[in-house]
């Protein structure tokens, strides 16, 4: 019984290298029975280039070894060659799905090593985009895994709403996702007149689609059967395998990084961290439904609460000039060709900077050495480590169940292979 | 009393050798803990009732050459209960030779430890999983190392190839 584990030579693999690949551990039964089955990369259902191998008893997964690494671009490699605002961009291309979330965890960063913080302004529109960003990220979780589970028109309705927060962040950024908006000490530019009205407009209509998303899956016998009891973890399993986000508190574990170690101001927003118990699909389900309406109550208070002034601060070692100083300060111009030149240098030392993304927490290792390019940069990405804990969630379970708890763990290939 | 001292007070009382130096920068505490000891000092941290650091974050590693010990391995730890963060760095010497494996102590461990063997290849003592995660399994070196380059290396030929190889930094200290 063997396969080929790809790639271009050829080599069989047997079930007992199957199981050292996977690394957790599991106790295993010996049966002459059981098949490998090599799923993806190239299936619909994992959610990009994911390969699962499966070991399997009749249609009983009795082990599973996820193979990734086929989206790999040295995003951590490439980082240490750029100045710390040129490297910028790639955290945008990690996690597709939520780069305002990917931009935020490594400009904090940033600026925690650097010491300095952003302006009012500047953290109330960080928070607002970033909880923009968490819904439209939902979104296309919600479409993707209901889609999986052969829920159809609920994809259509997700992605009509997700086009609208990416026409917000156009409006802002000028790009729809890779939008490298926040910038060390503030925002790239201030956002235009006609965002703030949108956002409100946005507000208004979109419970009624969370209700309408909702009322096509509750009653759904189909979308009820494949999510409850399906992919459960307990509290104690999921805090071991290091899940983060809807997956950890799906099983009943009140951590946000939001609450736990508020950045940005999040301490002074009132919402609340729904919790589920049962801590299987369909848990995580109601808990990132849930994770929706709390957003669009956090953006409604920062919109509320916008100050005025200015989006980044003043330290012009940091922050180039404004273009219409360039003409009358000599200064300004030396300011702006050291800055787009050599960039700015940061202190020798290393930080460690957690945010809540849509997935979970990401946490970002920056270490300096006082030149002007980091000299390591790490992420820990949520979506690597939740996928992690997929063989023990899907042990016993059938081969279609595979498919519904990736939907659930909600993980993007981007990010898992950097 | 701050839970940064309880931890610095608690492991000096069980292992009074396993703290070599602590750090404190940008109101994050590293403790550096000598490798032999590093997975004693974890089950310490994770079992006694009043730290659980129970959530291991994150395991990272780093590249400081031109300095020897060249590697450092970070273990990023937090304690869901008492919501606090902690840092833990074991120098390493020989990337060969790196500190024990605490996948006893926390499952993902295992599965961390595997992307930093195969990024910056510090092999893991008992972890037997260590293989190529994200490069494909022939795959020579490790590229996160800083000598390792990023294009615009000198070509080798055979007739200069001992005379570039000579220039390359090396893992360890000869």
Redesign the interface.
Known sequence: MTLS?G???I?ELTLEELR??????MEIEDAEEHMLLSMGPQHPSTHGVLRLLVELDGETVVNLAPD??FL?T?I???M??KTYTKALVMTDRMDYLSPMSNNLGYILAIE??L?VEATPRAQVIRVILTELQRVASHLVWLGTSALDLAAMSVFLYCFREREYILDLFEMVAGQRMMVSYFRPGGLWRDVPEEFVPAVRQFLDFMPAKIADYEALLKNNPIFLGRTKGVGVISAE?A????LTGGSLRGSG?N?DVRK??PYCGYEDYDFDVPLETDGDVYARYLVRMEEMRQSLRIIEQALNKLPDGPVQIADRKIVPPPRSELGHSMEAVIHHFKLWTEGFSAPA????Q?IESPRG?F?V?L?GDGGPKP??V?F?APS??NL??LP?MAKNLFVADVVAIIGSIDIVLGEI?? | MNLDEVVVKKIEEAFPAALEEVSDFRDERTLYVRKADLKQVCQLLRDDASLQYNFLTDICADDMLPDFPRFAVNYQLYSIPHNHRLRLRVLVEDPEDGPETVASLWAIATWLEMEVWDLMGVRFKGNTSLRRLFLPEDWQGHPLRKDYPLGYEEVQFSFNFDEINAKKPHATKD
């Open positions: 584990a790639g271009d030579a080599q050292n690949k996977v690394g957790t551990g990734i690494g790999h040295g951590e490699k490439n240490e060659a925690k090593l010491g399993d805090i071991s395998w290091g574990v951590y736990a170690t030392g290393f930080v460690y957690a927490e946490g290792y270490r000299a390591r790490h820990r690597y480590v992690a804990a023990r292979d950097r």
